[in-house]
């Protein structure tokens, strides 16, 4: 029996020299670690001109690109096109039954019908009737500018590029982040 409790003595003695010689060594490890100076690292962010300038031909090269799609999206239906100076595009496919003169105006009230869809053809938002007053920016920017160069009774499409539209934030539905759009619009008077 007295050899048994000396195996468990020996064990246990064993244990506590094992920890005591840990916790001894880890104590000098972060004594001798803490002392040292902590080496910095200059990382030099880009200066305010030079991220500035990054944005800015970004959205450059985006801009671009959204005009060659819309280019190729024209080219391939064949449609008559106006590029208006904002970059939206407007292709009135068949003009207003309503004599010259007629044209739209600042703050006149227009009913009209319109769909929203993709370069790709996806849907997004379907058929309404609407009356919006041209010039309040309404659904948007880009919209409310093609609305003005339309006639009562006019029948069209508007591409708006992502600038123009709901830009980089969306609609918080259905448009993405800088999505060109179609809009398919009657107007009816």
Not at 59 to 67: L, T
Not at 87 to 101: F, H, S
Not at 153 to 161: L, Y
């Amino acid at each position: 029996m007295s050899k048994g409790k000396g195996v468990r003595r020996n064990g246990l003695a064993r244990w506590v020299c094992a920890s005591i010689f840990f916790v001894f060594h880890f104590s000098f490890f972060i004594l001798f670690t803490s002392c040292r100076e902590v080496p910095s690292y200059d990382i030099a962010a880009p200066k305010g001109d030079t991220l500035k300038e990054n944005m800015i031909n970004a959205n450059r090269i985006i801009a671009q690109s959204e005009a060659q799609q819309i280019d190729a999206y024209l080219e391939r239906r064949g449609w008559s096109k106006e590029k208006l100076p904002n970059g939206v595009w407007v292709a009135e496919y068949e003009n207003g039954e309503v004599p010259l003169g007629q044209a739209i105006g600042y703050e006149d009230t227009v009913v009209l019908r319109y769909c929203v869809s993709t370069l790709g053809g996806d849907e997004l938002y379907g058929w309404r009737t609407d009356t919006v007053v041209c010039g309040r920016l309404k659904p948007t920017r880009g919209f409310d500018a093609a609305l003005g160069t339309l006639h009562r009774g006019a029948i069209a499409r508007v591409i708006v590029p992502s600038e123009q539209g709901y830009g980089v934030i969306g609609d918080g539905d259905r448009i993405k982040s800088r999505m060109v759009l179609v809009y398919a619009v009657e107007i009816k008077s």
